[in-house]
């Protein structure tokens, strides 16, 4: 259920819609296996088996996009090219161009699309109407870049927008490991990683290893800043933070797990526990945040 990553985003305080709007929104953009001529689909399907597109529960929204990829290295299209490219050579008496080179290449992939394996990865999204958060569980921008796409489709409007703090993550980090002092409800962990602003973008990293203050000083002095922060809040939940402000590694502590869905009765309630617990954490967790680099700033 836990988010691992989390790629965070800012609704506009006025927009809202229904579940039923929601469902039936997504509904026609609901995920079809591709044909076989297609490298890609992607359409929405239920986070839950067996449910609706749209998971629903006081003012949160879980749902999940689907892509599906055909696998078809282009290492294989030009193996077997090569070979169309010496029989063709031998029918003709010349080697083939460069216009009819692509045109094999071409009618290989054709031929061999249908044969492909598919794969598929699900990015779950979670829609926080309350306090007006889209987070999406993805590490890779290409993946959120999916995501807000099929959304924009889906929802006419989205008025969703990057989310903005007034100080630089790079360099309030930086400040947090100089003063040896992060901010309240916060502490440092072990992974750390300081980057050169120069062009030669030099690292250090450590790794399940504490550094010191006067090693930070040091590094700094040299032209970097913190680039990766590894930090736990309010004892909770443990995570990654970037200079891009992306929250990676996201672990919820022993005291949450301790009491996740203790009194759940089936499956059912199971699911509803967790999703409120984890809405609720993360939503104070990504608040307090916030809070912790300046606040938000508003757009001009």
């Known amino acids: 259920m836990w988010f691992k990553n989390l790629k965070v985003f800012r609704l506009s305080p006025s927009w809202s819609i229904s579940p039923e709007a929601l469902e039936t929104a997504l509904e026609k953009h609901a995920f079809q296996p591709g044909g076989s001529q297609e490298m890609q689909s992607l359409g929405w399907v239920p986070p839950r088996e067996g449910g609706n597109l749209a998971y629903t529960s006081n003012g949160q929204y879980l749902l999940s996009l689907r892509v599906e990829k055909k696998l078809l290295p282009s290492t ?8 169309r490219a010496q029989d063709v050579e031998e029918q003709q ?14 009618q290989v992939t054709d031929e061999l699309l249908p044969k492909a394996f ?19 569980d993805a590490a890779a921008a290409a993946k959120s870049d999916e995501v807000l796409s099929m959304l924009a489709k889906a929802l006419e409007p989205f008025p969703v927008m990057q989310l903005h703090v007034e100080t630089s993550p790079a360099s309030t980090m930086t400040s947090w490991l100089i003063a040896d002092e992060p901010p309240a409800g916060f502490s440092v ?42 930090l736990t809040w309010a004892d909770r939940v443990s995570f990654v933070l970037t200079d891009g402000l992306d929250i990676k590694r996201v672990t919820p502590l022993d005291v949450l797990k301790e009491n996740q869905g203790s009194t759940a009765q089936n499956e059912d309630e199971q699911f509803d526990s967790d999703m409120a617990l984890m809405t609720g954490e993360l939503s104070r967790l990504i608040e307090s945040l916030v809070d912790a680099l300046g606040g938000e700033k508003k757009a001009a």
């Open 76 to 83: 294989v299209i030009n193996q077997v090219a090569r070979v």
């Open 93 to 106: 008496g010349y080697k083939p161009g460069r216009k009819q080179m692509k045109e094999i290449k071409e």
């Open 118 to 136: 598919r794969i598929y990865h699900d990015t779950r999204v979670w829609v926080d109407t309350r306090q007006h958060w889209l987070v999406i």
């Open 189 to 230: 962990d072990q992974d750390t990683e300081l980057r050169s602003t120069s062009e030669s973008r030099a690292a250090v990293r450590y790794v399940r290893q504490s550094i010191e203050t006067e090693e930070v000083r040091k590094h700094v002095k040299a032209g970097k800043q913190c680039t990766r922060l590894a």
